[in-house]
Antibody, heavy 119, light 107 residues
Framework: QVQLQESGPGLVKPSETLSLTCTAS????????WSWVRQAPGKGLEWIGN???????KYNLSLKSRVIISVDTSKNQFSLRLSFVTAADTAVYYC?????????????WGQGTTVTVSS | DIQMTQSPSSLSASVGDRVTITCRAS??????LSWYQHKPGKAPKLLIY???SLAPGVPSRFSGRPSGTDFTLTISRLQPEDFATYYC?????????FGPGTKVDIK
């Protein structure tokens, strides 16, 4: 069974770029879609974006101008870059696998990584 | 954007109770609707996909039912491990929005 693990800095300064990586173990990234979701303190889940196995991506319009999701199938990794961060980007960030066979439900999730935006 | 609403926003229930949570989409999402259980400090867990299909390994006390743009998640007999926040999500059209969540706590 595939497992996902997020990694990256836990502290990012305002106006800088948040960069996170999700590594898939026990499976390949080449046959699935992948997603990033976040949860700000005291808030609900927020979809950030999906990366597809053709390299295409869809993003939450509220973040679109600042977000890039990419995939490196050779390393079984996919990544999130969010630029010009503010305190509002402080959240737990989750990576997830999107299963097209389940009508694009997210069937496998990472444990999440906390990112704080602060100077 | 497709807006997702959930009701109630929270509820208190006892072990053994039947619990129903409703999710409503602002327009058709067909059956591209999933339900997730989320506990503090844990990863969200897929419960239901395609509006009514039980995810692998999920107990059969969980069920989902679609009715047009309304979707329900039912827990037939609430167990201690079911106290959590439940989210619906549509995967029909980007942005793939989540509902605001329903917190189920102990009465």
């Amino acid at each position: 069974q595939v497992q996902l693990q997020e990694s990256g800095p836990g502290l990012v300064k305002p106006s800088e770029t948040l960069s996170l990586t999700c590594t898939a173990s026990g499976g390949s990234t080449s046959s699935y879609y992948w997603s990033w979701v976040r949860q700000a303190p005291g808030k609900g889940l927020e979809w950030i974006g999906n990366i597809y196995n053709n390299g295409g991506a869809k993003y939450n319009l509220s973040l679109k101008s600042r977000v890039i999701i990419s995939v490196d199938t050779s390393k079984n990794q996919f990544s999130l870059r969010l630029s010009f961060v503010t305190a509002a980007d402080t959240a737990v960030y989750y990576c997830a696998r999107v299963s097209s066979g389940m009508l694009d439900a997210m069937d496998v999730w990472g444990q999440g990584t906390t990112v704080t935006v602060s100077s | 954007d497709i807006q997702m609403t959930q009701s109630p926003s929270s509820l208190s229930a006892s072990v053994g109770d039947r619990v129903t949570i409703t999710c409503r989409a602002s327009q058709s999402v067909s059956t591209f609707l999933s339900w997730y259980q989320h506990k503090p400090g844990k990863a969200p867990k897929l419960l239901i996909y395609a509006a009514s299909s039980l995810a692998p390994g999920v107990p059969s006390r969980f069920s989902g039912r679609p009715s047009g743009t309304d979707f329900t998640l039912t827990i037939s007999r609430l167990q201690p491990e079911d106290f959590a926040t439940y989210y619906c999500q549509q995967s029909y059209d980007s942005p793939f929005t989540f509902g605001p969540g329903t917190k189920v706590d102990i009465k």
